[in-house]
């Protein structure tokens, strides 16, 4: 199992965002977690395509696009015009999951489906066959610096469990309130790609980034 780390940018320096994008990626991090926010499915507001359009490129990590917006497949195609290689949906904001994953694919890129704390990871079954990442979400989507859910361990657990009884290759996301000291409880409940914004931006990106790295290889 491949082990990736997903600094998220909502936490970045937008001063000098290609720099610490740099940085990260330097330092090992494969992926870059972009979190979009409009408003309605979550109450902050964050950043769209135009700004995703105008980073794809600065480094070579894959653009890893959380879409935390009400009825995702109207953006679909724009996101993936705009250089999302990985296109994550929450459940809990799709009219037509399915639809939504289809469009997703048929636009070329990987699909990823997200759950809220307080949805059941059984909610997941119908579509086990048809994603290549689950994000779980271990703090209420919508803001960054949250605590972390200690609850979200055992729903880890549930997850991987299903992944390994479903027999494929699907990706175990884990977002909210991860740092270097519960990073490994998170990795041994089953999660692979780790996405952190304040464990990495909080501070120096190049060191932060590289630290996280050291104990994610420890899995592999």
Do not use: W
């Not at 175990?172 to 780790?194: P, S």
């Amino acid at each position: 199992m491949k082990y990736i780390l997903a600094p998220s940018l909502l936490a970045a320096d937008f001063k000098c965002l290609a720099g610490q994008m740099k940085m990260t990626e330097e330092n090992g991090a494969e992926y870059l977690h972009f979190d979009v926010m409009d408003g309605m499915f979550v109450p902050s507001i964050s950043f769209g395509m135009p700004v995703l359009k105008s980073i794809k490129g600065a480094t070579e990590q894959v653009m890893d696009v959380h879409l935390m917006v009400q009825e995702p497949v109207r953006y679909v195609k724009d996101f993936a015009d705009a250089g999302a290689d990985i296109i994550t949906i929450h459940l809990e904001a799709c009219q037509d999951v399915k639809e939504t994953i289809q469009k997703i694919k048929n636009c070329g890129k990987k699909a990823g489906i997200s759950i809220c704390p307080q949805t059941d990871a059984d909610q997941l079954l119908p579509y086990m066959e048809l994603v290549d990442m689950i994000l779980v979400m271990s703090v209420q989507p919508g803001f960054g610096g949250q605590k972390f859910i200690p609850e979200s361990i055992e729903k880890i657990r549930k997850v991987r469990r299903m992944i390994t009884e479903c027999g494929r290759d699907i990706d175990l996301e884990v977002d909210g309130g991860i740092y270097q000291d519960n990073v490994e409880e998170v990795l041994k409940a089953g999660a692979n790609v780790i996405v952190a914004g304040s464990a990495v931006f909080g501070g120096d990106p190049g060191q932060n980034t590289k630290a996280m790295m050291e104990r994610l290889r420890q899995y592999e």
